[in-house]
T-cell receptor, first 113, second 121 residues
């Protein structure tokens, strides 16, 4: 089967650093992505890791270890607007040809003042 | 960046009727479009993948005759929920990738539409 595990909720204070972990078990693996979704909105892309290591984009960083089937999203200098759901997602082969994205259940991040 | 639109943003329909949702790529040619549904406070579940000009590939458990997908052009895909029932009420989101959405590493990024909230009464 295919599964992506991530914590259901995380709470942190404004200005802090928070790490959201994701472990995956999928039939294929062609990269790990992270998406942010505010309540009532559509997901927006944050980061993508195809190779092991750390990718940094501003306040957000994402890490991947393929040997451990593990990745994380690191959010620094937390702001109130970062309160949202964060989904890890794995690219896998699609029967239609090309790739499809499988999403984890999401982690709700609450940022407190 | 690439823009994907969906129409309508919200729709309320009566049980037994059919509803069509449009997904358009506005500034790129979408060779592949994905349709997801999301129940409140849950993850996105992939329903089907469609490549332009060919039949959609449905995920296991998704009824092909109930959720009709057409991807007739490089900028438009439609999802028709036929004979809708209250349990079909959900947030339907499309995403697209294709020419013009290539990342620096050569892979394709997919862009999400704003979603359509369907309520079946």
């Amino acid at each position: 089967g295919q599964s992506l595990e991530q914590p259901s909720e995380v709470t942190a204070v404004e200005g802090a650093i928070v790490q959201i972990n994701c472990t995956y078990q999928t039939s294929g693996f062609y990269g790990l992505s992270w998406y942010q979704q505010h309540d009532g909105g559509a997901p927006t892309f944050l980061s993508y890791n195809a190779l092991d290591g750390l990718e940094e984009t501003g306040r957000f960083s994402s890490f991947l270890s393929r040997s451990d089937s593990y990745g994380y999203l690191l959010l620094q200098e937390l702001q109130m607007k970062d309160s949202a759901s964060y989904f890890c997602a794995v690219r896998d082969l699609s029967e239609a040809g090309g790739f499809k994205t499988i999403f984890g259940a999401g982690t709700r991040l609450f940022v407190k003042a | 960046g690439a823009v994907v639109s969906q129409h309508p943003s919200r729709v309320i329909c009566k049980s037994g009727t059919s509803v069509k949702i449009e997904c358009r790529s506005l500034d790129f040619q979408a060779t592949t479009m994905f349709w997801y549904r999301q129940f409140p406070k849950q993850s996105l579940m992939l329903m089907a993948t469609s490549n332009e000009g060919s039949k959609a590939t449905y995920e296991q458990g998704v009824e092909k005759d109930k959720f009709l997908i057409n991807h007739a052009s490089l900028t438009l895909s439609t999802l028709t929920v036929t004979s809708a029932h209250p349990e079909d009420s959900s947030f339907y989101i499309c995403s697209a990738r294709g020419r013009g959405t290539v990342r620096a590493d050569g892979s394709y990024e997919q862009y999400f539409g704003p979603g359509t909230r369907l309520t079946v009464t």
